[in-house]
């Protein structure tokens, strides 16, 4: 999950579970609300927990140039 899917996920769950006044019988919206708002925000972490271990790690090594023979 990337970022913004995350702060996808932690806004509906936040419209689910703040501004929707209806009722599915069996389901109960705003505790669905809150467990996509928590996903969303432990996807939110990981996602800027992996970005930045991507950063921080080094560049690949690159193999020396090739010799070539001198001119004669």
Not at 21 to 47: C, F, Q, R
Request: glycine share 10%.
């Amino acid at each position: 999950m990337q970022i913004g899917g995350s702060l996808f996920m932690i806004a509906l769950g936040a419209i689910l579970s703040f501004a929707v006044a209806d009722a599915i019988n069996g389901v109960d919206l705003t505790m669905v609300g809150y467990i996509l708002m928590a996903v969303g925000a432990l996807g939110l972490v990981l996602s800027l927990v992996f970005a930045s271990r991507r950063r921080d790690a080094p560049p690949p090594q690159q193999p020396p140039p090739a010799q070539q023979p001198p001119p004669r």
